[in-house]
Every structure is written in structure tokens, then in C-alpha cells.
């Protein structure tokens, strides 16, 4: 098993710029979500999914968006790069409540 | 609100015993997790309490009090590989995590 995977690694962007960050897990879990995590605070939640064809809003949801089509696959869309998403983004999955992490991605938009 | 408060950082010796307090205050609660977070990486688990008392996985054991909205995690016998953040993240009445900054645990020789 692989687990949870997210690519790409690293991105910079230029503000106004688009881009999707990828997440898939192999565990079949129904549940998976999406966090940022920037210095000095905890973890927040930007968008989840308790299984195919439904989402919803975490903490920090504006500036995203999600789609969650199959079981595997949970990508999340930044529909137009700001300076403040600047941050290191983890997709998690869970089947009881502990959450898997992927390894992040960090995104640096100038 | 919803808060969780934890020490921003700790300094403990190689072999030594440290313990990270952790207070909740949550819009319900389902249960308190730890997790351990080594630099540049992702979150691994490490405890989840949901009745109050002392949980003991070898070397790391959870405490928690339901009543006082408060949980710590003992190291015992720290090695150098446990330089790391922790993570307090407590379980809402919507089963959505809600997050500590994390303690930044440095260990010296």
C-alpha cells in the first residue's frame, strides 16, 4: 500500500495563476480531507469528503475548491493564487478518526 | 470558541523523561489525539484518548481528564530521533479535528 500520495512536492506560482494539487489513497477510505499548516498555528481544514460525489466547507474554504468523483482521488483547485495561500497543504484520509497523512505539498505563490 | 493550547516549545535531555501539556476547549468532544510531526514532514499518529485515565504505548503513554479539558503526553527514556513537533488535536461534536499549533520538543545530548 502506498497510502496517501499528494504530488507535487513543491509549486510556485504567480499570483492569479491556477493549479490543482493531486491526492489519492489506496486504503478505500471514505473519508478524506484537505489542511493547510503555516507557522505558529494548527492545523485548519480547508474542504472534506465523507465519500464519492459529496463535499463540504472545513474552516478555511474560499480560494478552493474541491470534486471528489471517485474513492481514490480528492483534488483540490486554487482557482486564482494569493500571496496569503502561501502554506504547506496535507490531504488526509481516514476510515475511524484517525487521519492518514500524505507527505504535503508547499506552495509558494509570489 | 473553539481553542487548544499547548507550549509553543520544550527543551529535554537524551534519556529523560518530558511531559507536553495540552488544555481543549471544544464544541463537544470525541476524543483527543497526538501526533508526532518530524520537520519538512507529515503528521504521524501517535495516541487517541477518549475515556479519562493513562494510555501506555511503550515509550509514550496519554493522559487524559474529560472534566478539566486537559491531556498530556509522557516521553520516556527520549532519544535523539524524538525531536520533533506534537500535535494536540481534539475531536468535535462534528468529528472535525480541531487543531494546537504543536510543541516544538528539542532534545540535547
Known amino acids: 500500500n502506498a497510502g496517501v500520495t499528494q504530488t507535487p512536492k513543491f509549486q510556485v506560482l504567480k499570483t492569479g495563476q491556477s493549479m490543482t494539487l493531486q491526492c489519492a489513497q489506496d486504503?478505500?477510505?471514505?473519508?478524506m480531507s484537505w489542511y493547510r499548516q503555516d507557522p505558529g498555528m494548527g492545523l485548519r481544514l480547508i474542504h472534506y469528503?465523507?465519500?464519492?460525489?459529496?463535499?463540504d466547507q472545513g474552516e478555511v474554504p474560499n480560494g478552493y475548491n474541491v470534486s471528489r468523483s471517485t474513492t481514490e482521488d480528492f483534488p483540490l483547485r486554487l482557482l486564482s493564487a494569493a500571496p496569503s495561500q502561501t502554506s504547506v497543504y496535507f490531504c488526509?484520509?481516514?476510515?475511524?478518526?484517525?487521519?492518514?497523512f500524505g507527505p504535503g505539498t508547499r506552495l509558494t505563490v509570489l | 470558541g473553539q481553542n487548544i493550547d499547548q507550549p509553543t516549545e520544550m527543551t529535554a535531555t537524551e534519556g529523560a523523561i518530558v511531559q507536553i501539556n495540552c488544555t481543549y476547549q471544544?464544541?463537544?468532544?470525541?476524543?483527543l489525539f497526538w501526533y508526532q510531526q518530524h520537520a519538512a514532514e507529515a503528521p504521524t499518529f501517535l495516541s487517541y484518548?477518549?475515556l479519562d485515565g493513562l494510555e501506555e504505548k511503550g515509550r509514550f503513554s496519554s493522559f487524559l481528564s474529560r472534566s478539566k479539558g486537559y491531556s498530556y503526553l509522557l516521553l520516556k527514556e527520549l532519544q535523539m530521533k524524538d525531536s520533533a513537533s506534537y500535535l494536540c488535536?481534539?475531536?468535535?461534536?462534528?468529528?472535525?479535528?480541531?487543531w494546537g499549533a504543536g510543541t516544538k520538543l528539542i532534545i540535547k545530548p
Open positions: 486504503m478505500n477510505h471514505e473519508y
Open positions: 471544544t464544541s463537544g468532544f470525541n476524543g
Open positions: 488526509a484520509s481516514s476510515y475511524t478518526n484517525t487521519q492518514y
Open positions: 488535536a481534539s475531536l468535535d461534536s462534528n468529528y472535525q479535528l480541531i
Open positions: 469528503s465523507v465519500g464519492a460525489g459529496i463535499t
Open positions: 484518548n477518549v
